[in-house]
């Protein structure tokens, strides 16, 4: 089995690791701390909060934002469901917004027409979840302008990009949104087995998310509250002026990242450049080798470099064509590991029973099924992905 994607460890990774089970740290140290600088260092970010999935830390993220009971989130139907759901989390409404038919990521045209509606509706969104999918950048000045216009938060859900830039700036900079969430799941582009980390240029968007990860506790005094307005006269001073004092300020979570986790991905990280220049010459192959198949290649905006998380090709309909099931069904029965990038969310059965139905995102649901992820992974060996181009020019061919 070819599998769409695996996790690459190295005796590096490994090092790296046994080196923190052998020190003073395994939950949240200073090696979590060290990934969180090098990530925010890479990026130009002021700010980076680790986590233990990117689902938490687009949760922590919403929380720090305000998101709550009577607000809206918006994101896009083709994604995973942690983009959604990050909302629900909150107790905040979810719609989405339609996918552009060329780069399948958020289309500025329909965001730009649905929130002109919202207006009108009383209805607009607190917070807008722009995906990365596959690791091409959204067009993200563009989702920051009407952010200026509309007055609504801009959170990039860019689990599939790091690495990835536009117009040669990197994805996580935060130039054009509050926060950036990064994946640190296996098949992603680095790991820390399980993880993920926001950014934000906000000291107090950072701050809240860092305590939203720790249960809503603060241990630094110049942030604390302390007990009633005067805690000379409350019976816990006593605690109050005590060494050991923390606070928890306000419900929180236990999100934290362990030193095992951080060490794993901080010894990853510090190959990124290598990995995403390897996934890029792995789809520039693609490119030339799959160009002459029935069948849609993924666009890449020209200010834009992918970090590739995935390679997404689309099959084209006619009444010659073979179905998107019988392609999928045939790589699957020679053994290749191929998937789909997404089913539309509003699809699934806990979103229909919120209201949604086919028909809501015409080209969300066209791509749903028509898309295809096909292996890619840094290391996929040229003699491997010259097996997967032969298999996928049998299958179109019989």
Not at 75 to 95: H, K, L, M, Q
Request: charged content about 20%; hydrophobic content about 40%; glycine content about 6%.
């Amino acid at each position: 089995m070819i599998p769409y994607g695996r996790q690459e460890i190295t005796q590096a990774d490994i090092d790296a690791v046994v080196e923190v089970l052998r020190s003073d740290f395994l939950t949240q140290g200073p090696t979590v701390s060290r990934f969180e600088q090098a990530v925010a260092a890479k990026v130009n970010a002021k700010h980076a909060v680790a986590a233990n999935s990117a689902t938490s830390a687009l949760h922590i993220a919403c929380l720090a934002l305000g998101l709550g009971k009577g607000d809206w989130l918006w994101t896009v139907p083709i994604t995973f469901v942690a983009s959604a759901n990050c909302g629900r989390y909150c107790g905040a409404e979810v719609d989405f917004v339609d996918i552009d038919p060329v780069t399948w990521n958020m289309s500025v045209t329909a965001l730009r027409e649905k929130l002109a509606v919202a207006k009108r509706l009383g209805r607009l969104p607190k917070v807008v979840v722009p995906v990365h999918l596959a690791g091409q950048p959204t067009e993200q000045e563009a989702i920051w302008a009407l952010a200026q216009e509309y007055g609504f938060k801009v959170l990039e859900d860019a689990s599939h990009a790091i690495g990835a830039s536009r117009n040669d700036e990197m994805v996580g900079s935060c130039r054009w949104s509050h926060i950036t969430i990064f994946s640190f799941h296996p098949v992603k582009i680095i790991t820390s087995g399980e993880g993920g980390m926001a950014l934000s240029n906000d000291s107090e968007l950072a701050e809240r998310m860092a305590m939203y990860r720790s249960h809503g506790i603060v241990r630094d005094r110049t942030r604390m509250r302390g007990y009633g307005s005067d805690p000379e006269s409350d019976s816990a001073s006593y605690h109050y002026k005590a060494p050991w004092y923390y606070e928890q300020q306000f419900l929180g979570y236990n999100y934290r990242m362990t030193d095992i986790h951080a060490a794993l991905g901080l010894s990853q990280f510090e190959r990124l450049d290598a990995v995403v220049a390897r996934r890029n010459a792995l789809a520039a192959r693609y490119d030339e080798a799959l160009k002459d198949l029935p069948i849609r290649l993924p666009f890449v905006q020209s200010e834009n470099r992918s970090a590739f998380h995935l390679y997404v090709v689309r099959i084209k309909g006619g009444s010659a064509a073979k179905t998107h099931k019988q392609v999928f069904d045939e790589l699957r029965q020679r053994n290749y590991g191929v998937q789909l990038h997404y089913i539309p969310v509003h699809l699934q059965p806990y979103y229909r029973n919120l209201g949604f139905k086919s028909g809501d995102y015409p080209e969300a649901e066209a791509y749903g099924e028509s898309a295809i992820s096909i292996p890619l992974y840094p290391s996929l060996t040229n003699q491997e992905q010259d097996r997967v181009i032969e298999a996928m020019k049998a299958v179109f061919s019989c």
